[in-house]
């Protein structure tokens, strides 16, 4: 088994920064592609950033410039620092790994999501 577990949302004004966390356990043999999306009410989930195994990044428009994507594979950690954040950026965070448990095998795993709220 395999488990995704986020950490560090929470309130901030806008202008401020926060930075999420998110550890993946279990049955790991490698980790591919790590990535963090969000949803918020109403709206479809999408894609915020996305970080390779090599450490290349990719990021929505919307936060270019604002949000970096980092990761430490010896702690099967990936991170998204937020900063400027706007009110726009509300939204449950949710954390996405492609993970291979053999050497065949892979899925794509998801965090429980963690809610970021910017006030204006």
């Known amino acids: 088994q395999v488990q995704l577990v986020e950490s560090g949302g929470g309130l901030v004004q806008a202008g401020g920064s926060l930075r999420l966390s998110c550890v993946a356990s279990?049955?790991?043999?490698?980790?591919?592609?790590m990535g963090w999306y969000r949803q918020s009410p109403g709206k479809q989930r999408e894609l915020v950033a996305v970080v390779t195994s090599t450490g290349n990044t990719n990021y929505v428009d919307s936060v270019k410039g604002r949000f970096t994507i980092s990761r430490d594979n010896a702690k099967n950690t990936v991170y998204l620092q937020m900063n400027s954040l706007k009110p726009e950026d509300t939204a449950v965070y949710y954390c996405?790994?492609?993970?291979?448990?053999?050497?065949?095998?892979?899925?794509?795993?998801w965090g429980q999501g963690t809610q970021v709220t910017v006030s204006s």
């Open positions: 996405n790994a492609n993970i291979k448990t053999t050497r065949f095998f892979s899925y794509a795993y």
């Open positions: 279990g049955s790991i043999f490698a980790i591919n592609d």
